[in-house]
């Protein structure tokens, strides 16, 4: 299994960037998709991007398509998730995740990291 470890969050104002990273170890060795979802209080926990384990394929949600933009390091084991002209509806703890693979279901994913919290206020 992968152990996964977010980091990059914190309070922006909207209109603002942050990125987030996802450090991994452990498992490493074996091919994996790695994707971000986020939950708001009280919601369920949404797909926000993909991206394959060769990095040259991604996939967004609508809601983040232009904004957002997934990439990985494979040196580094770590994948990253820049976020642009964040709005107040970006507000949720941020996860990362990794398996086999590439669907938007939480379900598919069996590593998962302890999340980041990104809060954006108007």
């Known amino acids: 299994q992968v152990q996964l470890v977010e980091s990059g969050g914190g309070l922006v104002q909207a209109g603002g960037s942050l990125r987030l990273s996802c450090a991994a170890s452990?498992?490493?060795?074996?091919?994996?998709?790695m994707a971000w979802f986020r939950q708001a209080p009280g919601k369920e926990r949404d797909f926000v991007a993909v991206?394959?384990?060769?990095?040259?394929?991604?996939s967004y949600t609508d809601s983040v398509k232009g904004r957002f933009t997934i990439s990985r390091d494979k040196a580094k084991n770590t994948v990253y998730l820049q976020m642009n002209s964040l709005k107040p509806e970006d507000t949720a703890v941020y996860y990362c995740a990794a398996g086999a693979n590439m669907w938007r279901t939480p379900a598919s994913y069996d590593s998962w990291g302890q999340g980041t919290q990104v809060t954006v206020s108007s």
């Open positions: 452990g498992r490493t060795f074996r091919p994996y998709a």
């Open positions: 991206i394959s384990w060769s990095g040259g394929y991604t």
